[in-house]
């Protein structure tokens, strides 16, 4: 397959996803363009491997209207993979062995590792903060974006608030190494003309890096996720409601339960009892989704009297 061709599909699938933030649900496709998807794929001067061509494609969000001779495919419909050019499938395919999971993984590591999408990102990071933990893990954190601690070593939540992460997940019953944590963003945001501090990132660069986060989903297939604040949140599901209405009510991300709740730097800044119990019911819901054994000892974390 053609490197213009890949070009093409990434900027097609960058160019979906940033409609999808967007709150676009469905789009206008011609019929003309229906007929060529429907075309056998163009013949190769040899055999192609498909496994390692598939990518991933989330959900097709959505255009405004609808135009003459137009067919509308709502979010979530499925274009049989027959009928896509080669190389495109509407989900990611699972592999089908440890050693295959391994290297599809190790494959995207290396793709994230070298994205400059984002320019001024790839200018001031000093690390791409990928992603740590068990890629066969049942419970995935994700947060928003690397902080000056990540950027410096490369790993998410390696700082106070990772220290904090750190310690509600042992309270679990669980080490790091049990679980798989990741970002939204997978540089830091620039903060030009600062010398310390974080900011929030654009809804463009959330849309822009979030399709590797789609892949590493869909390659770990945890069967359950926290999303670590607001822009975790928003990153996920598009929504802007704000966290305080949002955590402890589950929600879907993509067929897999996804537990809203506060980051860990909200707690480092209002260290209440109350707050800090509120996300200790969040874990503890976590745990009962995972059918994790609790003992009355944590069910009483951050009660008064414990």
């Known amino acids: 397959m ?48 498909v496994s390692s061509t598939r990518t991933a494609i989330p959900p097709l969000p959505a255009g405004e209207g609808r135009g003459e001779g137009e067919s509308r495919v709502p979010t979530g419909s499925k274009i049989q993979p027959a009928n896509l050019p080669l190389g495109i499938q509407t989900e990611t395919r699972t592999p089908k062995s440890a050693t ?7 494959a995207l590591r290396e793709r994230v590792m070298v994205c400059v999408k984002c320019a001024n990102l790839a200018s001031s990071r000093k690390n791409v903060v990928f992603g740590v933990g068990n890629i066969d893990a049942q419970l995935m ?51 030009p003309g600062q010398s310390s501090g974080n900011r929030k990132p654009t809804p463009e660069e959330m849309a822009v890096c979030v399709p590797y986060l789609h892949e590493q989903i869909d390659l770990i297939q945890p069967r359950v996720l926290v999303a670590l604040g607001a822009t975790a949140i928003e990153g996920l599901l598009g929504k802007t409601l704000g966290i305080m209405k949002l955590r402890g009510n589950w929600k879907t991300y993509r067929g897999t339960p996804l537990m ?5 730097a909200y707690l480092l800044r ?26 009355e000892k944590q069910k009483n974390y951050f009660t008064r009297g414990s």
């Open 2 to 49: 053609s490197v213009s061709y890949n070009e093409l599909l990434d900027a097609t699938i960058q160019h979906l996803e940033t409609l999808k933030s967007r709150g676009a649900r469905s789009v206008a496709v011609s019929a003309e363009t229906l007929r060529t998807l429907s075309q056998p794929p163009p013949k190769v001067a040899r055999p192609i491997d």
């Open 100 to 106: 295959e999971k391994a290297a599809a993984f190790a």
């Open 141 to 191: 954190f994700v947060g928003e974006a690397p902080g000056a601690d990540e950027d410096a070593q490369g790993e998410p939540f390696v700082g106070r608030a990772g220290e904090l992460l750190t310690k509600i997940i042992q309270a679990m019953g669980l080490q790091r190494s049990d679980v798989y944590i990741a970002n939204i963003l997978k540089c830091r945001p620039d903060t």
């Open 260 to 264: 809203p709740t506060f980051h860990p």
């Open 270 to 295: 209002n260290q209440a009892m109350t707050e800090k119990r509120k996300v200790w019911e969040d874990m503890l819901s976590v745990m009962e989704k995972l059918e994790m054994p609790v003992s």
